[in-house]
């Protein structure tokens, strides 16, 4: 057992080294830089089967037949199953669990997909059986003779083509494709506004679907204990408790008897946080064959499979007064959902997007009308930001076009519509009420930064090397995910550490870290002594995992508040040790000491001795804490980031030539984390802005199926990134931080974009939408070319 005890200087300079704000390396960086990391696949257990999913190839048809008897006779077969052998199951459907409205008040309609389709598929890559074998090889051998009778029906893929009269239905009891139409906002005062406009700004923007593409392909490993009638699954995700109970749902058991391990996970930005119907096939299998059957995905089915993200066709509009003042702000248009509905796939579509509407200015109204719209394509999900970067792309958007019609400097109107730091608490148009943030600092500081007042001269320069070259600032603000409480557990371990329980789930964050320096801050337990541990469900009871910027903050307070517990107890256990009256006993730094003496004693020695003595009655017995926290308000992270462009007009080749962001994330906990999360954000827009989207043909067949299709940032695409930060404390939990793993996104969409435009300006484009490849810059530069020359 080491020894965590110190004197009370070793203390103090521990915490200053480990304390909130300090650039900590993260804990687990020695062990994935080394390859040493546990991923899903790397699980293994004695005598498992190996399974693999049989697909449909058609975009729509119904469903006449099924063969499996070849198959069944193949080699190493143990199992062929289709729908029809899992719907004797009685297994749950998968749905949305979000309370979403329509206009009318009535619910959005669920599609309750079941784990396998009975009567017809409705996208490519549908699931209609699976096989179990020996090997992966016999598997999917056997698959491939799988014969399939599938009745082609026409396909629809365009939301909005979709919702037309004679449109293709994916199902009977949702008319015309439209499974949400979603509605937000005071209608008459909104038009109102518009009709007194002294400017009207408008403009079609179509938000690009985008592939999650995480480096670590779904895998699961499934097994069935018949002793105790417990499925377990070894499973990537962003959270073991919420996921155990969704897949307890899917499953119809009680969510005891469902657990689950993920391990390290690379890469989820969303998609790894739902009910898969591959994980019902496995367990089904592993109950019936009474052998654990593994099952790990490949790209091309991936690209088929996983949740997709984004995926909408927006009008805006923004009213303005005469002195450029914002007046309104609207939006009508139509959201992808993809043949089916499940996990939160409506929310960043409609409820999201109007949320994150208003961003940093003082617009005092909104509306917002989207249609989530049904489609023979991929279902969609949550994607980094899921919402909040869509919301403030089309403000930003719309706030550079207003400028240039108006004629008022672009940098002028947004200064002139921010929301003032004396203005706090602000009720926004948007339902929520912002708490805090410095814009307009965090605004100037972005600009000193970018040195943007030298970008005339960088213009200049350009011109002469025949390039063309463009600037753009642009703001954000996010609302983090909505209130909710989270799991702080500390146990006091014989070995002399301390195992801190949270439900949310490390897949990238380096949540060990950060939660450590937290603990050790409030306590004084040693920053090495602290092991964390969200990956088991038997262990995390409860907890709403990572997602939608929430972690730092819902976990955190669950530490404060499970920490201040455990000093409670503790001056109770203290007090009897030194024979002190519990009033006298105080906490600092790691030590409980007699008020007014040098008498005291370290937390991790005071934690040995109640646990390892027998303590009379009132007394603890031990400072161990299983604390539910109370529920986290949504934080709001902003910021102000510029991107700088270098196009060659001869080609449409565009380089970031500077990109600078200054965030308010509140107070930070580790700077070097917080960094890297915003890099990461800022590198996924670069995809989405550059080169990223998922295609489709007329028949529903997807065209960007691999990575030779499908294109994707390289390191040689990502600038060099100029942060700054610029806090502004959240005051709605104990430490003041707010989310910060979304918002490179949010930031970088309408920089990038703006400053594309802004390039193109000399040729009269004034707007071009995702992904801005070569070829459409090339050609927007021509067809600018023959306007002017007409």
Not at 374 to 386: I, P
Not at 541 to 559: D, H, L, V
Not at 607 to 618: A, H, I, L, N, T
Request: proline content about 5%; overall charge negative.
């Amino acid at each position: 057992m080491q020894d965590y005890t110190r004197s009370p200087v070793d203390n103090a300079i521990a915490m200053q080294k480990y304390g909130v704000g300090q650039p900590v390396r993260r804990k687990e960086d020695d062990t994935l830089v080394r390859g040493k990391g546990k991923y899903t696949d790397d699980f293994n257990l004695p005598g498992q089967l190996h399974a693999w999913i049989v697909r449909s190839s058609h975009a729509h048809g119904l469903i006449r037949g099924i063969n499996t008897t070849a198959a069944k006779l193949m080699p190493g077969v143990r199992g062929i199953w289709t729908g029809a052998d899992l719907a004797a199951a009685n297994y749950g459907p998968f749905t949305c669990g979000l309370p979403l409205k329509n206009r009318d008040g009535s619910p959005l309609l669920q599609t309750n997909r079941t784990a396998l389709m009975t009567d017809k598929v409705r996208y490519v890559g549908d699931p209609v059986a699976f096989v179990v074998a020996e090997t992966v090889a016999q598997a999917r051998d056997a698959a491939e003779a799988v014969e399939l009778d599938i009745e082609p029906l026409p396909a629809v893929t365009d939301c909005e083509a979709a919702t037309l009269p004679g449109a293709p239905l994916l199902w009977d009891h949702i008319p015309n494709n439209v499974a949400l139409d979603y509605h937000y906002g005071d209608t008459a005062k909104v038009e109102a506004a518009f009709a007194a406009a002294a400017h009207v700004t408008k403009l079609d923007i179509a938000n690009t679907r985008v592939a999650v593409v995480s480096m670590e392909p779904r895998c699961a490993l499934a097994s069935f204990d018949k002793t105790t009638e417990r499925y377990v699954i070894q499973v990537p995700t962003q959270g073991v408790a919420g996921n155990r109970n969704t897949l307890a749902k899917n499953l119809n058991v009680a969510p005891e008897k469902v657990r689950i391990l993920t391990a390290n996970v690379g890469g989820s930005f969303g998609m790894k946080n739902i009910s898969y119907p591959e994980y019902i096939c496995l367990l089904h299998a592993a109950k019936e064959l009474g052998k654990p059957v593994k099952w790990l995905d490949e790209r091309s089915g991936s690209f088929l499979s996983d949740s997709q993200g984004r995926a909408q066709d927006i009008h805006a509009e923004l009213a303005l007064d005469a002195d450029g003042k914002f007046l309104a702000v609207r939006l009508k248009g139509y959201g992808n959902l993809g043949a089916y509905i499940s996990g939160v796939s409506p929310g960043p579509l409609s409820l999201n997007t109007g949320k994150n509407l208003a961003s940093v200015y003082k617009t005092p109204l909104l509306a917002v009308d989207i249609k989530c719209v049904l489609t023979n394509t991929t279902l969609m999900g949550a994607y980094r930001g899921a919402g909040r970067p869509e919301a403030n792309y089309f403000m930003e958007r719309l706030i550079d076009r207003a400028a240039d019609e108006m004629g008022i400097d672009r940098l002028a109107l947004r200064k002139r519509n921010f929301i003032k730091s004396s203005q706090m608490p602000f009720d926004a148009a948007s339902g929520v009420t912002y708490d805090s943030g410095d814009f307009q600092g965090v605004f100037s500081k972005a600009l000193e930064i970018s040195d943007h007042a030298g970008f005339a001269k960088r213009k200049k320069e350009s011109r002469k090397n025949g390039k063309l070259r463009g600037i753009a600032v642009g703001s954000y603000l996010e609302v983090t995910a909505p209130p909710s409480g989270e799991l702080g557990k500390v146990v006091f371990e014989a070995d002399g550490t301390v195992t801190l329980t949270t439900g949310t789930l490390d897949y990238g964050q380096g949540h060990a870290t950060p939660f450590a320096q937290v603990l050790s801050a409030q306590l004084g337990v040693p920053f090495d002594a602290i092991k964390l541990q969200q990956n088991d469900s038997d262990l995390v009871r409860m907890g709403n995992g990572t997602g939608g910027s929430r972690s730092i903050t819902a976990s955190g307070q669950a530490i404060v508040e499970a920490s201040d517990l455990i000093i409670a107890k503790g001056k109770v256990a203290a007090a009897h040790l030194m024979e002190a009256s519990e009033g006298d006993i105080e906490f600092k730094a790691g030590r409980f000491t007699i008020a007014g003496t040098d008498r005291s004693i370290d937390i991790m020695e005071l934690s040995r001795r109640v646990r390892d003595g027998k303590m009379p009655d009132g007394v603890p017995s031990s400072l161990d804490v299983d604390h539910t926290g109370s529920d986290v308000q949504s934080t709001f992270p902003n910021g102000c980031h510029v991107a700088e462009v270098e196009i060659d007009p001869d080609t449409g080749v565009i380089r970031i030539v500077g990109y600078t962001g200054v965030n308010d994330f509140g107070t930070i906990v580790n700077p070097m984390i917080v960094a890297g999360q915003l890099h990461g954000g800022v590198a996924q827009g670069i995809g989405q802005a550059l080169m990223e989207e998922v295609s489709y043909d007329e028949s529903g067949q997807p065209i960007t199926g691999s990575f030779m299709d499908y294109a994707m940032p390289r390191a040689g695409d990502i600038p060099l990134m100029k942060v700054g930060d610029h806090p502004s404390p959240a005051k709605s939990n104990p430490l003041g931080t707010k989310g910060c793993g979304e918002a490179g996104c949010a930031g970088s969409l309408s920089t990038i974009v703006n400053a594309v435009v802004d390039a193109l300006s000399d040729y009269g484009v004034d707007h071009i939408d995702m992904p801005l490849t070569s070829e459409r810059i090339w050609r927007a530069i021509q067809d600018g070319k023959k306007a002017t020359a007409a």
